[in-house]
């Protein structure tokens, strides 16, 4: 399994833009596909953005299609994610995960590998 570590989280203001980052630790980053998934209060965790693993391809939920923008470097094993236009309902803790193949991306349990999660608040 890879180690997953978030960082970028914070308090913006709606409209306001923020970055994610997601660092992974070993040697076989570019065999993963990378995600972002997000879990609100008393909500259950939900899919955002996932690239495959060269970053040829990604796709995104549709609340979030348009404004967010999930990218890659394999060479420093790191996923991003670029949140435009946020909205207070975009507040949630935001996870990366990672897995080997791309089928049912959207299912939080199809993911072996899991970061610890970074904050985003919007305020209105």
């Known amino acids: 399994q890879v180690q997953l570590v978030e960082s970028g989280g914070g308090l913006v203001q709606a409209g306001g833009s923020l970055r994610l980052s997601c660092a992974a630790s070993?040697?076989?980053?570019?065999?993963?596909?990378m995600a972002w998934f997000r879990q609100a209060p008393g909500k259950e965790r939900e899919f955002v953005a996932v690239?495959?693993?060269?970053?040829?391809?990604?796709y995104y939920a549709d609340s979030v299609k348009g404004r967010f923008t999930i990218s890659r470097d394999n060479a420093i094993n790191t996923v991003y994610l670029q949140m435009n236009s946020l909205k207070p309902e975009d507040t949630a803790v935001y996870y990366c995960?990672?897995?080997?193949?791309?089928?049912?991306?959207?299912?939080?349990?199809?993911?072996?590998?899991w970061g610890q999660g970074t904050q985003v608040t919007v305020s209105s």
């Open positions: 070993g040697r076989t980053f570019s065999s993963y596909v």
């Open positions: 995960a990672a897995k080997t193949y791309l089928s049912n991306y959207f299912s939080p349990g199809e993911y072996r590998s």
């Open positions: 690239i495959t693993w060269s970053g040829d391809n990604s």
